[in-house]
Nanobody, 118 residues
Framework: QVQLVESGGGLVQAGGSLRLSCAVS????????MNWYRQAPGKQRELVSA???????NYADSVKGRFTISRDNAKNTVYLQMDSLKPEDTAVYYC????????????WGQGTQVTVSS
């Protein structure tokens, strides 16, 4: 079994910063892609950012230049540094990873609330 533990969410004023973390533990050979998704009330879950095992990153247009994804492979942890936050960034943020076991499998974190006040 694989567990994802997220932390770092909270309430921040517009223009502020938060750093999300997601630590992965359990039984697997390695971690492939690590992703951050978010879901705002009444909206579909959307991909915010992704990072491959080689360190290649991509971002949703809405967060480019403001968010930075990174990973620490030694700690099996992915981070999302969020700067210049806007009220429209308010959402539950979910960590999502693809791990290599007997076959590749996708796992989700429990989600962490990010609220940006205007």
């Amino acid at each position: 079994q694989v567990q994802l533990v997220e932390s770092g969410g909270g309430l921040v004023q517009a223009g502020g910063s938060l750093r999300l973390s997601c630590a992965v533990s359990g039984s697997f050979f390695s971690i492939s892609t690590m992703n951050w998704y978010r879901q705002a009330p009444g909206k579909q879950r959307e991909l915010v950012s992704a990072i491959t095992s080689a360190g290649t990153t991509n971002y949703a247009d809405s967060v480019k230049g403001r968010f930075t994804i990174s990973r620490d492979n030694a700690k099996n942890t992915v981070y999302l540094q969020m700067d210049s936050l806007k009220p429209e960034d308010t959402a539950v943020y979910y960590c999502n990873v693809i791990v290599l076991q007997a076959t590749p499998r996708r796992y989700w974190g429990q989600g962490t609330q990010v609220t940006v006040s205007s």
